[in-house]
Nanobody, 124 residues
Framework: VQLVESGGGLVQPGGSLRLSCAAS????????MSWFRQSLGKERELVAV????????DYAGSVKGRFTISRDNTKDTVYLQMNSLKPEDTAVYYC??????????????????WGQGTQVTVSS
């Protein structure tokens, strides 16, 4: 199983980035996908989640309205479009495949797979 993130980098406040996570080695369309992030000295936190058929998404309150999660099951890839970036969005971003519960809802999936992470730095 592999999850490979890409698209991170340095961006100025107010800018945009699009992260991608290419999956292989498992049935991508059978699992919820999510993005997490971890900044220095803080615990890893859930940013966004999407169901296996893209019929539902949810976001952490700190990114709602600025970030959009999407997936393409024909390409086994999940995306995170990040707009209006703030310095506090600086973190290593990880994609994950597997089931999870978030805000009282259960998102089905198989396994518990993580990518290696991609650094996002928001700074002027």
């Amino acid at each position: 199983v592999q999850l490979v993130e890409s698209g991170g980098g340095l961006v100025q406040p107010g800018g945009s980035l699009r992260l991608s996570c290419a999956a292989s080695g498992f049935t991508f369309s059978s699992s919820a996908m999510s993005w997490f992030r971890q900044s220095l000295g803080k615990e890893r936190e859930l940013v966004a989640v999407i169901t296996m058929r893209s019929d539902a998404t949810d976001y952490a309150g700190s990114v709602k309205g600025r970030f959009t999660i999407s997936r393409d099951n024909t390409k086994d890839t999940v995306y995170l479009q990040m707009n209006s970036l703030k310095p506090e969005d600086t973190a290593v971003y990880y994609c994950r495949a597997g089931a999870l519960s978030f805000r009282g809802l259960y998102y089905p999936g198989r396994g518990d797979y993580w990518g290696q992470g991609t650094q996002v730095t928001v700074s002027s």
